[in-house]
């Protein structure tokens, strides 16, 4: 299919595109093995633990009547143990459990994010405020494993059924490790001390699954940027013990584009298709990991955004997409991962506009606009998740 731009959709053509599109759902092929695994679930950062009770409980069973099992939740380092190597603030997190499970909704928890006391000096004076630092390796491997296993062992009775390893550790913006002549980058042999370390000491508490964290669809970056997803994961597999985790985390963005595209810049079709050196299912299997699974831990498409671009490429692609075709990309995306070999649930990014930040094109990937209302891409996934 080609691409969608920016251009202007009659509301019935999109409808009737978004009709085929769920009536093909229905007639893909379902294996009985895969059908225990086929759900979706909503990311919702850290936005769930600032609100209030009844906000929080609404949006909850608004969550559960997109027809979602899952939220992605973020569990940060850098608020729960703040002070020190010995002090925990769990409240905001029991909070939020205790209400995911009073709606049935289980929680992928990702453990990321450093505070002051455990970091790099180093990387704390080259970065360029408190919110860049948190997103610094933390010095001790072992420091952060025992942040994990803390957080294992309050939480492996109730909803939190997954963990996740970090978030997007492919990008400086949200990992950062000091490298030659004081400069900041990614690191996969970093990152895979500190995700083995967290992993060992959270399998012996729990069956949860347990990935790693989900990578970034930068394809052509700069070097300061980071690093192209399939790249970083050829690197990290290697240092990565298997038997300690289920799979690997991914972020399979496709916009412009619907997912079916075959495109370098398409996240989505590159989880199985496309060249070898950007396919991460062969990459996986190169490396002994294609017995495990693939999560999707954030997709979407947003409405808003500051960057237009004609025609789409590797190395640049618009920021935003029309609400009709965000509509189509969700559709679209439930129905085409689970046909899948081997993957975990697609979690969409995000349920509301109202709860995320006004920042570039952040703000634009909620299915509700940020007055409450309901973008187009609400009832799509809606209808897709029933459908599941």
Known sequence: MNVILFRTTKTSKSLAMLGLLLFCSLTMPISASAATRYETGISTSATLLWMNDADLNARLSDIKDLGTTWIRVDFSWADIQSDNSQEYHWDMYDRVVRAADAHHLKILAVLDYTPKWARDPRCQALADSEESAQKCSPQSSDAFGRFAHAAAERYHQQSVRGWEIWNEPNLSAYWKTVGTSDTLSVDPLAYARVANAAAAQIRPLTDAVIITGGLSPLFEPHHTSGMRQSDYLAQLLPYLKPDLFDGIGIH???????????????????????????????????????????????????????????????????????????ALIVAQGIADWYTKPNVGPLIIHSDSDQWLPRHKNEDGFGLRRSDGTEKPAYDALKAAAQRL
Not at 288 to 310: L, V
């Open 252 to 326: 399979p963005y496709s916009w412009p584009a619907l997912p079916s595209k075959a495109a370098s810049y398409n996240a989505f079709y590159t989880v199985d298709n496309g060249p070898s050196d950007y396919n991460l299912r062969t990459i996986m299997g190169a490396a002994g990991w294609g017995d495990k699974e693939i999560w999707g831990t954030e997709y979407g498409a947003s409405t808003k955004g500051i960057r237009s671009t004609i025609h789409p490429t590797k190395w640049d692609r618009p920021d935003h997409v029309t609400e009709d075709a965000q």
